[in-house]
């Protein structure tokens, strides 16, 4: 049964045109997510369809109630933003729409929360078109993916993965397709130059005719003849080369490679130790106190409920409060969603470059990985949308001279390929990267440690979120054979990495974790 019916849709941004679309149809349980880059109008396209704007040319039809659901920001002070995002989505779906049309409603969702709005959204029983950047989420909610691409809309059937397992495909298919056409004018063109190089020789050799044959015929005509067939030849040539349909190049992904500040004091060693940090604001306790350390290059992230205290962590390393101490040779970049760090007035490039010491080709590399191409990098940062103001400033961050990137949120207001595109940077990146994300695809492919704030305590999990989500501790494990085996496990670890880097640093650590064995065997 047909809900939804948009035919021959044209919206614009001034004078833009920034989507065409023929026709648009939903289903009867039809479970759709929207993607597309910041700034193809997926917000424009679902408030159209949502009855919050009139399009300037087309018609929606609709038979049923429709709910949209915008994407909201924290505007009660008493309520965190994901406490504010959970009350619209239970108010919208207590009205019980048979469409739901849901703008970004995972950005200010906890873990938790967001899988408790996938198994509301799971049992629901109405229709829903969704925009989102989380993966995950549409993997687990979508049977349709529709992609806002140059203009148009195309559709794929399956989640997010089955999309862009489709998307690999196409884009071999345009490559393969490419390399046929590189190939076919290669040819056309060698062609074409030999006959008109013949052509050129016709007039000028007259030694392979005959004595008789130049009697009969004539030793000039016989070659202008030849020399016109040559041309004709060429010129035919030339058409086909002419009519041969032009096959842009695919954008390839340059590799990163760049060296930072301090490497040599700097990779595997200790650049941050967090010794009984508590997590307290005012009188409320967030975690009782923290122990951990970060080794140059380590990938660490920080997971946990919304008002756990994970942007609150991430300050104190900031602002190295008592009970941090950081090395000497550790260069810090931090990231946080107020994008303080970028001149409005000043174009992309001089925003990045000017904290940058890498060269411009380098700088535009980075910048293409994040959709920034040729003259693009000479917009000026106050015409870009959200999103592309947050991959300028992650950009500029990730070009600057640190070795160190504290993130908060990265992955917020950006659309599904900007995330993988930061995700493909980080893997690359070899400093540390210390990262709070809700985003569970994000986590799993970046980090390679687990820093879980829960239940006013801090754990940390040596291993991938994958890892950590699967992880069950044993209950019936004696508490103190663990601490045991823990401590033993790295004063092997450290002794290891003595005999091959001895340092002072290590040394200390060494006799201190001695100590620490000591002190328990005699209790």
């Known amino acids: 049964m047909m809900l939804l019916e948009a035919n021959a849709l044209k919206l614009y941004v001034k004078d833009r045109l920034l989507i065409d679309v023929d026709r648009l149809e939903i289903h009867k349980k039809d479970c759709i997510g929207l993607v597309g880059k910041n700034g193809s109008g997926k917000t424009s396209l679902l408030n159209v369809l949502g009855g919050k704007e009139i399009p300037e040319k087309g018609k929606v039809t609709t038979v049923v109630t429709c709910e949209l659901l915008p994407q909201l920001s924290r505007t009660d002070t008493t309520k965190s933003g994901g406490e504010v995002t959970q009350d619209h989505i239970v108010e919208a779906l207590a009205k019980d729409p048979e469409i739901l049309f849901a703008d ?63 998307k690999e495909v196409e884009l071999h298919e345009e490559k393969v397709a490419y390399e046929k056409y590189i190939r076919e004018k290669k040819q056309l063109e060698e062609a074409m130059r030999l006959k008109e190089k013949k052509a050129d020789r016709a007039t000028k050799t007259t030694n392979k005719v005959s004595k008789s044959e130049a009697k009969i015929t004539g030793a000039k005509p016989y070659f202008a003849k030849k020399q016109k067939k040559l041309q004709q030849t060429a010129k035919a040539m030339e058409t086909r080369l002419a009519k041969l349909q032009k096959v842009e190049k695919i954008k390839e992904v340059p590799s990163i490679k760049m060296n930072l500040p301090n490497e040599e004091t700097f990779k595997g060693r200790i650049i941050l130790r967090v010794n009984d940090v508590p997590g307290i604001i005012g009188q409320r306790v967030l975690w009782r106190t923290a122990t951990f350390h970060v080794r140059g290059g380590d990938k660490l992230a920080i997971i946990g409920a919304n008002g756990s205290g994970k942007t609150t962590l991430i300050k104190k390393i900031v602002e190295e409060e008592e009970g941090i101490t950081v090395s000497p040779s550790m260069k810090t970049g931090y990231f946080s969603q107020n994008l303080t760090i970028l001149a409005s007035d000043k174009t992309i490039l001089e925003n990045v470059s ?69 995700e493909s940077l980080l893997k690359e990146y070899e400093g540390s990267v210390i990262f709070v994300s809700h985003d569970r695809r994000f986590i799993e492919s970046v980090a390679t440690r687990i820093l879980a704030i829960k239940n006013k305590e801090i754990e940390l999990f040596e291993g991938t979120f994958d890892q950590y989500s699967q992880y069950e501790p044993q209950e019936n494990r004696n508490v103190e054979e663990d601490k045991q085996l823990l401590l033993e496990t790295k004063i092997s670890e450290v002794l290891s990495r003595l005999s091959i880097d001895p340092s002072e640093e290590l040394e200390l650590e060494f006799q201190k974790l001695l100590e620490k064995k000591r002190n328990s065997t005699n209790t």
């Open 104 to 166: 970004e409603p995972t950005t200010n969702l906890d873990t938790d929360h967001i899988e408790w709005l996938e198994k509301k959204l799971m049992t629901w029983q109405g229709a829903f078109v969704i925009v989102s950047h989380d993966r995950a989420f549409l993997d687990a909610l979508c049977t349709t993916i529709w992609e806002i691409h140059e203009g148009s809309v195309r559709i794929y059937k399956g989640n997010y993965s089955a999309y862009a397992k489709q």
């Open 354 to 422: 000017c904290t940058s010491k890498q060269n411009e080709t380098f700088i535009r590399t980075v910048l293409a990985r994040l959709s920034f191409f040729r003259e693009d990098v000479y917009k000026p940062i106050e015409v870009l949308s959200g999103g592309e103001r947050v991959k300028v400033a992650l950009a500029k961050l990730f070009l600057s001279d640190i070795n160190t990137l504290l993130l908060d949120e990265p992955t917020n207001f950006l659309d599904t390929e900007a995330v993988e595109a930061l």
